[in-house]
Structure formats: structure tokens, C-alpha cells
């Protein structure tokens, strides 16, 4: 600090400096503050906005016989345009009874992988840790924590729909 | 000439920019600062590799979950050039990973991150991190099967956190599915927001480098000592300190060229991972497996016992990163020589060993059921008894094959059952079947008794 501005700290404004000091650090505040909060929407957006579960149709009454398990995919709630193919979600889908089915997210309840089920076997197999559930859902070898997540279902005017839902997402104590 | 060395004059006037590369280049090192410094710089080099094609990529590149597969298509198959491209890109993402591993086991080794250094070593475990970030990250950008379902894994590790697990797989994945927020987030974490922070680093890094000095060679027997240090590094510099440029710079610029050779070579001789089925998260039949510097912990998960490997998941990268960037607090004075510190040698080497051995159980991974495995031909059956070729056939149609091997047909998650019968009584086999074990189904509710006797009476065969 050179003799001038020891000089100039000195001077009997120096209050009001320091003032406009504070004032100066406080718009550059309040203006920082202003600007993030468009870019911290920006990117808190998916926990703002959740889309409602709705129902679509994934197969039709006819041709599936009571006790077949079936790949049926879907499209998830309000899609994006530009999703592309990553709007369809996959379910495996069980005809229990004539108006009585089950649903399965085909996400592994391990580490999310795609299960597949073995119709022979009777068994949902997992390809990334060796996790195998037994037809009802319940797990029957391997890594996975808890049961296969089942989405809900019904059946409207002969067609089986399933309600959209969140991917399934274990967490700690599950 | 003349004219061109007036503006050159003119600028450095203005900008000073030639006085501070000269002070930077010609900063005095210690001297025996041979072949193990040249690492940290070789990164670097990987680094500045990885920003350039990753520029080349974007101006082709359509960072849209609806299109990206096709641009990958079109960069690999069509763009000129685009196939070495994205080998380059995907080599020097591996090469990048590969020495700042080594740089940090040599700094480890070498006790360089002691005092006054301790700084240094921080924001070297961060570049760590975030490199790995950009490896999984970029990877993801890959936005084929593999991608999609990649993503899929990296939400259901986050979910694991404690209190914000959901949360944060959904910050991830952009909502509550995979979409069209997906990829963007990814590209946008890839491309903007990691590098950011890694310039950020890097720089901090150089700077703490520069202002510190470069670590002297070890020897055994001078230990670190706190309060003579610095005066002791300062002296010895101006007394044996050499120019870095060029007398320690050309081993770096060697080395660093040699490595982006190798990054070369391989782009061009083995050129990107191939893309796998388009990126639809209804097409279930496919095996997403992570890029080689992923599979350590991927067969760790694998391996680990299940009632614990939930907590595992977070505690175990946590605990990782606590640990190494509490190590200078806990030894940041003494004996830094390899010689006068065995454990840490041995640590490391059992640290390298295990992540190894995991890598290559993760290559193989043993625990993953072998769905391409095919039903057991006559040659291995060896019996025209109908009952133990339906017994045979059964195996294979009741996915047992997946998980038990015969005769080196089959996978590997279960024992291998070619001699079973030398091991088990048929009633033993029956009880294994209807009730399970330990990591196998109980198939008594999934099969008949006449299925049961047959799978039996084909494996009483196997001796």
C-alpha cells in the first residue's frame, strides 16, 4: 500500500467508504443469489416435477393363456419428444387367472439389471450377479435384497394395462 | 524477421506471458528427478489428448437420447477418420486412468505427499476421482444397450445412500425413468461440468507443484523434519537444482509422446467397444458389463456378502476416499524411502494385487449364469437310457447349465458337476435339488417328481 492510499484510508470518509463497501458486496449477493437460482432449478428440476402414474394398455385378453409370462413394454409418463426409444420401459407380465395378472419390473432389485425370465426353469434370471427369483417374485439365489418390484395392473375394456411408475430404486435397508 | 521479432517484442511487453513460461519452464528441480516423475505429466498428456478428441467427437456427436445411437453409428462407420476417433478417445480415457494410478502408487511409495506437500496430495486425489468419473460418465455417453442399462446400475448405487439416496438417482437420471433428460445430464456432466473442476484441479495442482518444488528422490536415512525442511530443500536446490527445461522436461515429453503412440497404435489396431443394441430399456436380453476400469468393483459386488453389500456400496467408496485424503495428516514427517517403510510397500502391493485379482474375476465373472450355453450333446451324455437323456435335457431346459458346468460345457457361478456322483447319493442329489443351497434356487416347487427322478438318474452319471 503506497503512501496515497494509506492516506485516502485514512480520510475522514472512510465510513462511507466502508458503507459503500457493504452495499456493493450485498448487490453482488443478492445478484449472485438471483442468477442461481434459474441454474439450480435447472438442475433440482427432476426432484420439482413428478409425472402421474398413468395407465397403458400393454396386451389384450385374447391369446394369453392363463399361467404364460410375457414381455410386454410400454411407454413411461409424459415423454419427452427427443426421448427416442428410452421413453419404453419393459415389465414381465403373468396371466394368473382369467381377469387376474401380475406385473414385474424387469429391473433386477440388486443393481437394476434386466432380469429374463426362463420359462422352463420358472425362474426371473439376472445376467449381471447371478440374481434368480422364483415366479412369484420372491428371491430365490443370489445378491438381490428384496422381491422383484410389481408395477400395478388391470384390465379395461380387454386390454391389460399397467400404471406407470418410477424405475425401481433400492435403498439402503431394503 | 525483423518485423516478426518486434511484434513478438511487442507482445511480451504487453502480456509477460514469455517472462512467466520462462520462469516456469527453467523452475530449478532436484536433481535424480528420473523415469518415476514422468507419470504425473504423462496424465496430463493424456488429459489434453482426451480434450481434443472429445472436441473432434462433439462437432458429431448428437447429445439427444433419441438420436446419439445413430451419431455413434455415423462417427464410426461413415465420419472419415471417426473409427480411430473414438478409438483414440476410449484408449486415452484407459491410458489416463492407468497413470494417475501409477503416479499415485509412485507419490504413495515415495512418501512424496509428506510435508510440506500434503495440499498437493489432496487435490491429487480428487483428479483421481473425477478421472474416474469422466471414464464412467463417458461411458455412458456410449448410449447404446450398455449405456442405457450402465445408467440404470449407476441410479440403483446412488439409491443406496443413506436419506438421499432416491433423490440422487433421480438428479442422475434427470427424472424418475430413464429419458430424454438422461443423456443430457450425462453429456452435460461429461463434457461440462467434471472438466470444469478437473482445469480447476489441475491447475491448483501444477500450481502447488511449482510452489512446493518437486519432490527430491527418497533416501533412506534423511527423514522429513518438519521445521528444517523447506530451508533444507531451498539449499539444496541452489546447490544441485537443475533447470526443469530442459534437463528433466525431455524424459516428460518422451514419455508422454511415447504413451499418446501406444493410445495410437491401439485405436488403430483395436479401434472403440463396439455399440451394442440401440438404446431401448425394453429390450431386456442383454448383459450390461462396465469398461475394464469398472470391473474391479463390479466383481467386489459380486463377491461380496449380500446382507452387507448395500451399506458396502457407499461405505466402501467413502471410506476409501476418507482414507486417502486423511493419510498425510496421519504420516507427514519422517522416513520417506521405500527401504525404511516395508509396510507401505506391502500395502500397496496388496492393494494391487487385489484390485488385479478382482479385475480379472471381473473379466471372467464366474457369478454371471451363461445364457448362451447350449444343450449337452450326445458325446458328453454318453447313454441311450431315456430317462437320463431327458434327465440330460432337463438340466439344460431347467437352466442348470447356466450356473453348474459338465464336462466344460456350462457356467461357472455353481460347483462343477462332472463327477457329482462321486460326490452325492442320489438322495443327497434329490434334497440339494427340492430344497437348494446356498446360491441356487430350491427347484422343488418348479419341477415334477418324474422331472426330479430324471434329472437325477442323468446326473447319478457324471462320476
Request: charged share 15%.
Amino acid at each position: 500500500m503506497n503512501k496515497n492510499s494509506t492516506d485516502e484510508a485514512n480520510q475522514p470518509d472512510r465510513g462511507r467508504r466502508e458503507f459503500l463497501m457493504k452495499i456493493a458486496l450485498g448487490v453482488a449477493g443478492v445478484s449472485a443469489i438471483a442468477a442461481s437460482v434459474p441454474v439450480l432449478a435447472s438442475f433440482f428440476a427432476p426432484l420439482l416435477e413428478r409425472p402421474p402414474g398413468l395407465w397403458r394398455p400393454v396386451a389384450g385378453l385374447e391369446g394369453f393363456e392363463v399361467g404364460a409370462t410375457r414381455l410386454v413394454s410400454f411407454e413411461n409418463a409424459e415423454p419427452e419428444a427427443w426421448a427416442g426409444t428410452t421413453a419404453r420401459t419393459a415389465a414381465w407380465l403373468r396371466r394368473d387367472a382369467a381377469e387376474s395378472f401380475t406385473a414385474f419390473s424387469a429391473n433386477c432389485t440388486h443393481l437394476g439389471c434386466p432380469v429374463r425370465w426362463e420359462s422352463e426353469a420358472h425362474l426371473f434370471m439376472c445376467p449381471c450377479h447371478g440374481g434368480a427369483y422364483y415366479p412369484d417374485g420372491s428371491v430365490a439365489a443370489g445378491p438381490p435384497p428384496k422381491p422383484l418390484v410389481r408395477y400395478s395392473v388391470r384390465v379395461n375394456n380387454g386390454n391389460i394395462e399397467i400404471r406407470t411408475s418410477p424405475l425401481p430404486i433400492t435403498t439402503i435397508g431394503e | 524477421m525483423h518485423t516478426i521479432r518486434k511484434i513478438l517484442r511487442w507482445l511480451e511487453d504487453r502480456t509477460g506471458l514469455g517472462e512467466l513460461a520462462m520462469r516456469v519452464a527453467k523452475h530449478p528441480v532436484p536433481p535424480g528427478s528420473k523415469w518415476a516423475y514422468v507419470f504425473g505429466s504423462a496424465t496430463l498428456f493424456c488429459l489434453i489428448l482426451q480434450v481434443i478428441t472429445g472436441v473432434a467427437l462433439a462437432l458429431m456427436y448428437q447429445p439427444s437420447s433419441s438420436t446419439a445411437y445413430q451419431s455413434l453409428q455415423f462417427i464410426t462407420e461413415r465420419a472419415r477418420f471417426g473409427r480411430v476417433l473414438r478409438g483414440i478417445h476410449y484408449f486415452g480415457a484407459s491410458g489416463m486412468i492407468v497413470m494417475v494410478g501409477i503416479h499415485m502408487i509412485r507419490v504413495y511409495i515415495t512418501a512424496a505427499y509428506k510435508y510440506p506437500r500434503e495440499v498437493t496430495w489432496i487435490s491429487g486425489v480428487f483428479l483421481f476421482i473425477l478421472t474416474i468419473a469422466m471414464g464412467f460418465t463417458g461411458q455412458l455417453l456410449r448410449w447404446d444397450s450398455n449405456g442405457v442399462w450402465s445408467s440404470v446400475v449407476a441410479a440403483e448405487q446412488l439409491g443406496r445412500i443413506p436419506l438421499i439416496g432416491r433423490p440422487a438417482a433421480r438428479l442422475l437420471l434427470g427424472g424418475d425413468t430413464i429419458g430424454g433428460h438422461s443423456l443430457s445430464r450425462f453429456f452435460s456432466y461429461h463434457v461440462f461440468i467434471v472438466p470444469a473442476f478437473i482445469f480447476l484441479l489441475v491447475g491448483l495442482h501444477v500450481y502447488f507443484v511449482l510452489h512446493h518444488g518437486i519432490s527430491e528422490p527418497p533416501k533412506a536415512g534423511r527423514p522429513v523434519v518438519r521445521d528444517k525442511y523447506r530451508q533444507w530443500y531451498k539449499e539444496m536446490l541452489k546447490e544441485k537444482g537443475v533447470p526443469f527445461w530442459p534437463y528433466a522436461a525431455w524424459r516428460d515429453l518422451l514419455f508422454g509422446a511415447l504413451t499418446i503412440c501406444v493410445i495410437l497404435g491401439l485405436a488403430v489396431l483395436f479401434g472403440p467397444p463396439g455399440l451394442t443394441e440401440p438404446p431401448d430399456p425394453s429390450l431386456v436380453h442383454t448383459t450390461p458389463k462396465p469398461d475394464w476400469y469398472m470391473l474391479a468393483i463390479f466383481a467386489l459386488f459380486a463377491l461380496m456378502p449380500p446382507r452387507i453389500e448395500s451399506y458396502m456400496i457407499v461405505l466402501g467408496p467413502l471410506a476409501t476416499v476418507i482414507f486417502l485424503l486423511c493419510m498425510p495428516f496421519f504420516s507427514n514427517k519422517g522416513e520417506r524411502s521405500p527401504l525404511r517403510r516395508p509396510w507401505a510397500v506391502f500395502g500397496t502391493i496388496c492393494v494391487v494385487v487385489f484390485v488385479f485379482g478382482l479385475f480379472l474375476t471381473g473379466m471372467h465373472s464366474p457369478w454371471s449364469p451363461k445364457f448362451k450355453a447350449m444343450p449337452l450333446p450326445a458325446s458328453t451324455i454318453r447313454s441311450s437310457d431315456s430317462v437320463v437323456v431327458r434327465g440330460a435335457s432337463l438340466f439344460y431346459r431347467k437352466a442348470c447349465l447356466y450356473c453348474h458346468k459338465i464336462e466344460g460345457q456350462g457356467g461357472d457361478t455353481g460347483p462343477d458337476l462332472s463327477a457329482v456322483a462321486r460326490r452325492l447319493t442320489a438322495d443327497e442329489l434329490k434334497l440339494r435339488l427340492v430344497n437348494g443351497g446356498r446360491n441356487m434356487p430350491a427347484y422343488g416347487g418348479l419341477m415334477t417328481n418324474d422331472e426330479l427322478k430324471a434329472l437325477v438318474e442323468f446326473l447319478q452319471t457324471r462320476k
